[in-house]
């Protein structure tokens, strides 16, 4: 007979989540040191498909450059698209028509929900339910294929331009959008019942991992992050921009801190993404969607430019430092994601494995944003 | 005002310079004239001290620029302010042989203040105070900082490459990097 194997009692080992795990939905690697089945420590590794975006930046001329922008987040790309063309129009005081203004938000708010929807399936199947990510897909179809109508793709798009728009919106679009934004009410009521009243989903959610107002703020984080925890916080909303202030729309705040606050205040965001959308289309002035003279040559002006936006992911900044030549000098993406995610190290602490990858699910990673 | 109590609060670290104000309407300067004077602040060796920004133009309030050792005391200031952390990043002005990081930081509530603190080193040996121990956030801003430009940031707890590969010896956002 061999003698049992006994563990000591502060024994601990490491485990590798990643880089190729379904749960960090990309290529992200955690090596979490456990005790049993708890975390003791953990340290999240990145950089996996990092690549030097900032460094494209300065090698590209302005126009050239936009498109990297769409290809850093592949789920919300227009809401970083916005960010950029928002920062070069303010350095080089171009004015954007009204219609074009109105259009990128309508636009922005649909590509809002459809990150939203496929976080949401994508989130549920983590923690084991698979259907919800089927009903999540079919709504997102919809709002791709509105969006591939006017901007001739379906996730990379490339709609904007400085100034205004590749594209105008035609009677289609309202009515497809309309259509859509009732067709959404729907479903949102159904993911209620499906998922967000399901008692077993809500005792998994209720209480997992908490963060507090100050570890957000130590982290820097934003969106649904720092809005379950708490924090009143939405870029729209505190640091008006675009035409956002003409809408009428409020920002789900839940102060648990936990991944349910953070699973409500994203279903709800999309409630309220419906509304902006329903104003939009009520309001959509006529006219132009391009200046009578776009600039041929973009050429900030020396100096230092910053433009945030909240995009799906939350707060997301643009640097922009000119030299007054036909390249940035320097342009620096604060990704959202970015200090969202770091916020994981500290506070998955103590906490069980499949909690931490519930929690991790809740942050609503996508991993090419935060390596850029 | 939150803008006012930064203002006083920072000035604190500047006794013998006065705070700039660059917005326009500000000093009775017009915006065409104010853009002329611009350039020659921004770009070259420009004082320590406080310049108040146009946000419509700059997109922020306050421009701080310390000595690499005010850093910690001027991040510390800010913090008791209530500040969140928003991205550490670096500029590299190769003809003044001089690396900038740059700190933004911004606030949860709607007393809208935008603060970036700037702060230089020399190209030769870049290296700066950590902040990490004020804002725990600031860990990956300073390893991705230390990953593409260089620079040393002491005391910091974990200074290895972070989105470059872990062997990695080059810093691509330096001007005179070459692939």
Redo the contacts between chains.
């Keep these: 007979m061999s003698e049992p194997v006994r563990l000591q009692a502060d024994e601990t080992f490491v485990l590798n989540v990643g880089p190729q795990h379904p749960a960090t939905h990309g290529v992200l690697r955690v090596k979490m040191e456990m005790d049993g089945e708890y975390i003791v420590n953990a340290e999240t590794v ?2 996996y498909i ?1 690549r ?1 975006h ?2 494209m930046g ?1 090698l590209k001329t302005y126009p050239q450059y936009y498109m990297n922008l769409s290809r850093m987040d592949y789920l919300g790309a227009l809401g970083y698209s916005h960010g950029h063309v928002l ?1 070069i129009e ?1 350095a080089c005081g171009i004015e954007v028509p009204e219609r074009a203004e109105y259009i990128r938000a309508i636009t922005v708010e649909l590509n809002r929900i459809a990150s939203h929807l496929f976080w949401f399936g994508a989130f549920v199947m983590d923690l084991g339910g698979f259907s919800p990510l089927m009903y999540a897909l079919q709504d997102r179809e919809h709002i791709l294929d509105i969006l591939e109508r006017i901007t001739g793709s379906r996730l990379t798009y490339s709609y904007y331009r400085f100034g205004g728009l590749y594209n105008d919106v035609d009677e289609e679009f309202v009515e497809s959008s309309r259509r859509f934004v009732q067709r959404m009410r729907k479903s949102l009521k159904k993911y209620r019942r499906l998922v967000t009243d399901n008692i077993i989903f809500r005792k998994r959610l209720e209480g997992n991992a908490p963060l507090s107002r100050e570890t ?6 934003s969106s649904a992050v ?1 809005r379950g925890s708490g ?3 939405d870029v729209r ?3 008006p921009y675009s035409v956002y202030p003409e809408f009428d729309f409020d920002i789900p705040v839940y102060s648990e801190g936990d991944s349910m606050a953070r699973y409500k205040v994203r279903m709800e965001e999309m409630e309220q993404s419906l509304r902006i959308i329903e104003q939009g289309l009520d309001k959509l002035p006529g006219g132009p969607i391009m200046p009578k003279k776009p600039p041929k040559i973009i050429k900030p ?8 936006v909240e995009t799906a992911r939350g ?1 997301f ?1 643009i ?1 922009l ?1 000119s ?2 030549t036909k390249n940035p ?2 342009l ?1 993406l ?1 990704s959202p994601t ?2 969202n995610m ?2 994981f190290d ?1 506070s998955c602490r103590g906490l069980l494995i499949m909690d931490a990858l519930a929690f991790m699910g809740s942050i609503d990673l996508v991993i090419p944003e935060i ?2 | 005002m939150i803008l006012d109590t930064t203002l006083t609060a920072l000035a604190v670290l500047f006794p013998e310079t006065e705070t700039e104000d660059f917005r326009s309407g500000a000093a009775d300067t017009e915006p065409a004239e104010e ?1 002329k004077k ?2 020659k602040k ?2 070259t060796s420009r004082k320590n001290g406080i310049i108040l920004r146009d946000y ?5 309030h306050i ?1 701080v620029q310390v000595d690499p050792s005010q850093l910690l005391e001027a991040v510390a200031i800010i913090d008791s302010l ?6 550490i ?1 670096g ?2 002005w190769i003809k003044e042989e001089q690396l900038e990081a ?1 700190y ?1 930081f ?5 007393d ?1 203040c ?1 603060v ?1 603190i700037r702060t230089r080193t020399s190209r030769a040996t870049p290296s700066l105070p950590s902040i990490t121990s004020i ?3 600031a ?2 801003h300073e390893r991705e900082t230390h990953d ?1 430009f260089g620079i040393k940031f002491e005391g910091h707890p974990h200074l290895i ?5 872990e062997d990695a010896d080059f810093h ?2 330096l001007k005179d990097f070459k692939a």
């Design positions: 990145i950089g990092h030097m900032e460094k300065e920062l303010k957000c703020r130590k982290y820097g984080a720092a924090i009143n916080y909303k505190n640091e002006p020396v100096g230092d430019y910053y433009q945030a707060n900044g640097r430092v030299d007054g000098y320097r620096k604060r970015y200090s770091h916020l500290e390596d850029r | 853009e611009k350039p921004d770009a419509a133009v700059h997109g922020y421009d209530e500040y969140f952390i928003e991205s990043t500029v590299d740059v933004d911004s606030r949860y509530d709607f809208l935008r970036v804002y725990a956030g860990n990956w593409f490459p972070l989105l470059l590969p691509p956002l």
